[in-house]
């Protein structure tokens, strides 16, 4: 097995006297698809956003290779080469489909001021660049006729495919997907499934992801996380995991293991 | 250069060319100062509603300083002009050997670039500690510093202080005003067109995405208030050099308010929006004239049923330009062009 890329260490958040995550120990290895599974406000959620940078783990470590990352910004870990998506899909709802992915690429762009003002050739040669990439990535996700369509005017599976799309165009090793098939019916949720396949391989991605749905996650993950109230219950692949007496415990209570 | 962008070049260069004949030859002949007067300050506005439509429109920052910056580009520039110039025109013209014409040129805008360099550097100072306040939060701040400003000015005697600053220069004519403005809404234009421009709609649309697409909000958010605020300053100098008298009173929040009208009324986020609004709400006052009494009462009303009628404003966040329109034909005929191509 080749060396982990992401190390997630003994690390714990408290929000006041509350503590959303407790001692998480994470280790991503390369091209691997992660689960995390857990009951609503067990810290999964949390979990992406210590990863990404949104909050600051009280205390341990998290490390993307060799570099700690725990403690940067989020824009900075972005670059470093984690991208995510939201719960609550979050696109920039005014802009079009292109431009949503456009803006991603942003980090990449080398022109500066002067050469975007008196646009330059080489100005004009890398927007191009970009545009062309950006539509790229629109086909790619069988979004291309949406390209000038305001984000919000995108109905609700294409503004999940879309926020992939937007995740991918910052080129990430890592990839975090916040509960993906949330609000998809039963077929949009297999479609889905085979697209996470489908971009893991063509992009060489490490994905982690949340779901409520057992079905997405167990077909989908190689190995599951099991959180319930921050503590870490139970980890292994789906059929361990699904045999385990304390998930069980915690998706339908003590009694049902009896 | 490419042979289409030389094209291009040629194309802008002879459009210039001919607007400055007309204007020349046909228009300028049968306007009388008033009107004239009245079509200098349309430039102005064009250049003050332009640049503040970056912070508040286009990077969704809601500033009510601009009047602030305004104020530092017009008493900076004013008094280089005015200590400054004595000293500084004799050499360009007798130990450089320039032309009178051309040594006043470099004189007001050399003066105007300091203007708007001071300025920008306040909106770096604003920028920075506002960049943890949002929306009434960052409104009240900003305000309160266009204020401190303002009353700064008031008291530095060398500037005229109470009294005001009078005998600078007359050396911003109709041609640098508009000059200006051109270039404030090409720059910003081009600025926010571009793939790192789209940065500053990012984090009006959603800051914690942008973030999480590797944006630093921190620093685009300030270098939109270093632009906006630089081209505030032009404005200022521009102001200053035309009507040769200023007064903190000219600086006033009501001032940065009429700028916020015109970005709203005009579309936040929409260039086109702001020039249009920033004409109409500078002719209109001056065309209901005519019904004297009534006239602010007329102006409010009309403000009222825009707002009522259009609230996303007058061109919401549309763009007219050709680009624009050549994108949306590609698109229809189903062209895959649309990423080529440069908006």
Not at chain 2, 40 to 58: D, E, P, Q, R, T
Not at chain 2, 203 to 215: M, P, S, T
Not at chain 2, 231 to 247: C, E, K, P, R, S
């Amino acid at each position: 097995m080749s060396a982990p890329v992401l190390v997630v260490e003994n690390v714990t958040k408290c929000f006041g006297g509350l503590t959303a995550v407790s001692e998480l120990d994470l280790e991503l290895r390369s091209e691997e698809l992660v689960g995390i599974i857990g009951p609503n406000g067990s810290g999964k959620t949390t979990a992406f956003n210590l990863i990404t940078g949104f909050y600051e783990p009280t205390r341990g470590s998290i490390r993307l290779g060799d570099k700690r990352i725990d403690g940067l910004r989020t824009n900075q870990i972005n670059r470093a080469g984690i991208a995510r998506t939201f719960q609550n899909i979050r696109l920039f709802p005014d802009l079009s489909a292109l431009d949503n992915v456009r803006v991603a690429f942003h980090v990449g762009v080398r022109s500066g001021i002067t050469s975007r003002v008196l646009r330059t050739q080489s100005f004009l040669d890398e927007e191009r660049r970009i545009g062309r990439a950006a539509m790229e990535l629109l086909e790619r996700f069988d979004l291309a006729r949406f390209a000038l369509s305001s984000a919000r005017n995108l109905p609700y599976g294409e503004q999940r495919r879309l926020e992939i799309a937007r995740a991918l165009a910052t080129s990430p090793k890592i990839l975090l997907l916040d509960e993906p098939a949330a609000g998809m019916n039963p077929t949009e949720k297999v479609e889905l499934a085979r697209l996470i396949r489908r971009v893991k391989d063509e992009y060489d991605l490490t994905i982690l992801l949340i779901d409520h749905d057992m079905k997405v996650v167990m077909g989908l993950c190689d190995r599951i996380l099991v959180l319930d109230h921050g503590e870490t219950i139970a980890q292994g692949t789906p059929e361990q995991v699904q045999r385990d007496p304390k998930v069980i415990a915690a998706y339908l209570g003590a009694d049902a293991v009896a | 250069m490419a042979p289409n962008a030389t094209a291009r070049l040629v194309l802008q260069a002879s459009a210039a060319l001919a607007v400055v004949t007309v204007w020349a030859r046909w228009i300028a002949p049968h306007v009388n100062p008033y009107q004239l007067q009245v079509i200098n300050y349309i430039g102005i506005n064009v250049v003050m509603a332009v640049s503040l439509n970056l912070i508040n429109g286009h990077t969704g920052q809601f500033s009510i300083g601009h009047a602030g910056f305004m104020a530092l580009g017009a008493y900076g520039s004013a008094a280089i002009t005015c200590y400054g110039g004595p000293h500084l025109l004799p050499w360009l013209s007798g130990t450089l050997g320039l032309a009178e014409g051309t040594a006043k040129a470099l004189l007001l805008n050399g003066a105007m670039l300091a203007g708007g360099g001071l300025a920008a550097l306040a909106g770096v100072v604003v920028g920075i500690p506002t960049l943890r306040l949002r929306g009434d939060y960052l409104a009240i701040a900003t305000l309160g510093f266009g204020e401190i400003i303002r009353v700064i000015i008031l008291n530095l005697d060398v500037v005229g202080g109470a009294r005001g600053f009078t005998d600078i220069p007359e050396l911003a004519g109709t041609f640098w005003i508009f000059l200006w403005a051109f270039v404030t809404v090409a720059v910003i234009a081009r600025i926010v067109g571009s793939t790192k421009g789209l940065a500053y709609l990012a984090i009006r649309e959603d800051e914690v995405a942008a973030e999480a697409v590797g944006i630093s909000t921190t620093r685009t958010k300030v270098s939109a208030f270093l632009l906006g605020a630089f081209f505030a300053g032009i404005g200022g100098g521009l102001f200053a050099h035309n009507v040769t008298y200023l007064h903190t009173n000219m600086f006033t929040f009501m001032k940065s308010i009429e700028y916020i009208v015109m970005v709203v009324l005009g579309g936040m986020g929409s260039i086109t929006g702001s020039v249009v609004a920033a004409v109409v709400l500078t002719a209109l006052p001056e065309a209901l004239r005519a019904i004297e009494k009534y006239r602010m009462v007329m102006y409010s009303m009309l403000l009222i049923v825009l707002m009522l009628t259009r609230p996303q404003g007058l061109m919401g966040r549309h763009e007219l330009s050709f680009a624009a329109i050549r994108r949306r034909l590609a698109v229809r005929k189903g062209g895959a062009s649309v990423a080529g191509d440069v908006p």
